[in-house]
């Protein structure tokens, strides 16, 4: 075998090996680029699905967070009304604490109504019983010279006859009724039970006008008043603060009949005795209506 020949197989082989060795190669390349082609794909696919659920968490991020500023707005509303509620709470402890402090004054006034609306009717009840004394020992003694009425806000008023004092259009006493002021002075004005009594004397004319003018009739009831209440003063000791005189002329009649018997009863001198509490009906009656007032509040 010559050299050529040993050299062209070494070559052969040699190609052969080559071609082995580079199908190995081929094959194994291919191999890895399969599972690099295979790698790329899912990875490529792993990709999609992380950019999908980036998508879907970037969606999520966006309404999550409009969550949250809907939750914050909520939340400083909330915080808004909590304080407002606060406020209103504390607005309406203090009314529910001006309220009891209310109720208590109330109760404590109430007391104290019900504490003089017995004081009244207790002095009303005294000043009626000593008045019905005084006025049956008045017309047991002088019969029908003088009336006696006792009202409602315990004044006594005595209704003297105005022949028995004065002489027909004089305002100067006469004797005979210089003696009735003395009796009614002792047994009345002097009395202790009457002591703290203011006295007004008060006179009254019939409406036929003095000396044809109807303005002296003023002037006749005032002066027949103030009469009597000199002389009650100067003698039958009446302490003069509790005096006072007025005339009323014809505008107070007791009877509104045109006739002589009217115009007698209405000529005439009245003495009437105030209590220092000079409680009227309205008074009283005011003070039961604010009693029934609470009682109906409360």
């Known amino acids: 075998m010559g050299k050529k020949t040993i050299i062209s197989i070494i070559s052969v082989i040699i190609a052969v090996i080559a071609v082995v060795v580079l199908s190995v190669l081929l094959y194994t390349t291919s191999d890895k680029l399969k599972k690099t082609e295979l790698d790329l794909s899912t990875t490529k696919n792993t990709l999609q699905e992380t950019e999908t659920a980036k998508t879907e968490v970037d969606e999520k991020l966006t309404e999550t967070e409009k969550t949250l500023e809907k939750t914050k707005t909520e939340l400083n509303n909330t915080k808004e009304i909590l304080e407002n509620e606060s406020e209103a709470a504390k607005k309406i402890a203090a009314e529910r604490n001006k309220l009891q402090e209310d109720k208590a004054s109330l109760e404590s006034e109430k007391e104290n109504l019900r504490t003089k609306l017995t004081e009244i009717e207790s002095e009303l009840k005294r000043i009626r019983d000593q008045s019905e004394r005084s006025i049956a020992a008045i017309q047991d003694k002088f019969k029908d010279t003088v009336g006696a009425v006792l009202d409602e806000a315990g004044r006594l008023t005595l209704d003297v006859k105005g022949k028995i004092l004065f002489e027909t259009g004089s305002a100067i006493l006469s004797t005979e009724g210089k003696a009735l002021l003395d009796a009614i002075a002792k047994e009345v004005l002097l009395n202790a039970d009457y002591s703290e009594y203011a006295i007004r004397v008060e006179g ?95």
């Not at 005096?243 to 009437?272: C, H, M, V, W």
């Open 204 to 298: 009254h004319t019939d409406n036929n006008p003095i000396a044809g003018s109807a303005l002296r009739n003023w002037d006749l009831s005032t002066q027949r008043s103030i009469s009597a209440v000199k002389y009650l003063q100067e003698n039958a000791d009446i302490a003069p603060e509790r005096l006072s005189g007025t005339g009323y002329a014809f505008y107070q009649p007791i009877d509104t009949a045109d006739t002589d018997d009217a115009k007698a009863k209405n000529r005439r001198i009245e003495i009437i005795l105030v209590p220092p509490q000079d409680f009227s009906t309205e008074l009283l009656k005011s003070l039961q209506n604010v009693m029934k007032s609470i009682e109906v509040e409360e």
